[in-house]
């Protein structure tokens, strides 16, 4: 007998050219079918996970670079908006370069993005609506009627998650500033993610590049979890600070990565008359492993639109490098308001302008009808554990004449000065507090208490709520047709 694949080969060689094309076309078609078949999956973590899932692909997205997805998001938004009710919704952004002006989202809902998908920005100011100026700073930011909507938004939101595995949300910025730099903007520039009365947020391992302006705002909001965020722009480029919790509780930000022509991180609570008036603080705020990189501006500020007042900030594991300073309280008279019960440990500091600097007569105010009589309150603020090289200045301690900066207290801290530092590294005005193992030697104001006290400026011990959130697994399924 002979071999079997002999006799199978030369039956097919005998076989009729058109039968050979169908056998071709089932072979064919069998490996679609088998490929249509074919799932994969992903997992990640996240506050909630989703019961229904779809791709902006399925709503005629289109990740060419060119072809506008405004439409797309909003359809699709629109459609998983059934399932909010209903165990909630995600929706998947895969690679590629999806262009889109602004888009709001819903409550139970997830916005993923792949790690080679890339949100764009859309450079035409259509698709951008205008909406009214935050009721907590009377004006818009750029200009004094309103503001751009942000790239992502939502309001009144319960339970909304944008994050990815390192996807990236590009805003193009380079138009906005431009028209900032020529004063042509007749409305406040958009950020790229901004949520509004909002309660359970989480934004977590993206990058952000070139925002138009502030990068990530929550605002009157809370339980905000902002996590892994890599945000990068041009260090002069106007105002693209990197995370600003405004009138917010229950927040925390960590490991982030940096690099801003502004405030890397941005603690804010409205401005003058407006942010009084509304009144809504922000408390109890977790910094930890946070990198900054941002030769004109702060590592972390309070202020100064902080009317409505800021407490309990809890920052650890600060690691500041080329930075005009570390942490920088900004206020002035007409603010009003309050910071106090601030805390910071472990921070690390290469080439700096300032290690420490509080500044009392900020300025920049919303309007001229700011009460002269409303004075900031500036207490209770602690640095421990402080290392720093390469500084051109310890310390400018600027308090307010007749409303000092009272009870800050400084301690174990050791600041290298640079080569060509400042003759005098402290100044001080109109503050009182205390220091212990503090070098250099700090101005009058703030006395040596002795080696006794190096372990003063507690830290608190005890966990704020946001700290007790659980993560859950969450998986998506990926079916490629």
């Known amino acids: 007998m002979k071999p ?4 199978s080969r030369a039956n097919i060689s005998q076989c009729p050219l058109p039968l050979l094309i169908v056998v071709a076309l089932l072979s ?7 490929k249509a078949r074919r799932l994969d999956s992903f997992e990640y ?4 996970c989703r019961a229904h899932s779809a791709s902006i692909t399925d709503f005629g997205g289109v ?18 908006s059934q399932y909010s009710s209903d165990g909630g919704a995600q929706l998947y952004v895969p690679a590629g370069k999806w262009l889109t002006g602004s888009f709001n989202l819903i409550s139970h809902f997830t916005l993923y993005l792949h790690k080679d998908a890339f949100l764009l920005a859309s450079q035409d100011l259509n698709e951008w609506p205008v909406i009214k100026p935050l009721p907590s700073y009377g004006r818009g930011r750029d200009a004094a009627a309103g503001r751009y909507t942000s790239l992502i938004f939502g309001t009144n939101l319960t339970d909304v998650i944008v994050t990815g595995d390192n996807g990236t949300i590009d805003g193009q910025g380079a138009l906005w500033w431009q028209q900032f730099h020529k004063g042509k903007l007749k409305y406040t520039r958009p950020y790229l993610i901004e949520f509004m009365y909002t309660d359970n947020i ?6 952000l590049l070139n925002s138009p302006s502030w990068n990530v705002h929550p605002v009157y909001s809370s339980n905000i979890l902002v996590q892994g965020i890599t945000i990068i722009a041009p260090v002069t480029s106007p105002n693209t600070d990197g995370i600003n ?5 229950n927040t925390r930000i960590e490991d982030c990565y940096i690099v801003s022509g ?3 991180v941005a603690v804010k609570s409205g401005w003058d008359e407006y942010g009084i008036a509304y009144g809504m603080p922000t408390k109890q705020l977790v910094i930890r492993r946070l990198t900054c990189i941002s030769p004109y501006s702060a590592t972390i500020a309070l202020g100064s639109e902080m009317s409505g007042g800021i407490q309990d900030v809890r920052a650890e594991d600060i690691k500041a490098i080329n930075t005009e300073s570390g942490v920088r309280i900004k206020t002035a008279v007409g603010r009003g308001g309050y910071v106090k019960d601030i805390y910071v440990r472990g921070m690390t500091m290469h080439t700096m302008k300032w290690a420490f600097w509080m500044t009392g007569n900020y300025g920049s105010h919303a309007d001229n009808h700011y009460d002269p009589k409303a004075l900031p309150v500036i207490q209770g603020i602690n640095y421990r554990d402080i290392v720093a090289d390469n500084v051109s ?7 307010i004449s007749g409303d000092p900066f009272t009870g800050i207290c400084i301690a174990n801290a050791t600041i290298g000065m640079a080569a060509k530092h400042k003759k005098v590294p402290w100044t001080c005005a109109d503050i009182g507090g205390m220091t212990s193992g503090v070098t250099p030697p700090p101005c009058e104001l703030l006395p040596d208490q002795g080696p006794e006290k190096i372990r003063a400026c507690d830290f608190p011990t005890e966990s704020l709520p946001i700290d007790m959130v659980e993560m859950k697994k969450c998986t998506y399924r990926i079916n490629y047709l």
């Open 202 to 207: 989480q934004i977590s391992s993206l990058t």
């Open 28 to 34: 064919q078609r069998g490996a679609e079918s088998r």
């Open 393 to 399: 200045m310890a310390a400018r301690l600027e308090g």
């Open 45 to 48: 973590n996240a506050i909630s």
């Open 245 to 249: 919790p405004d009138s917010c509780t």
């Open 262 to 264: 502004d405030d890397c």
């Open 4 to 7: 079997p694949t002999t006799n």
């Open 63 to 80: 990740g060419d670079g060119k072809t506008s997805n405004t439409k797309a998001f909003k359809d699709a938004i629109n459609q998983l």
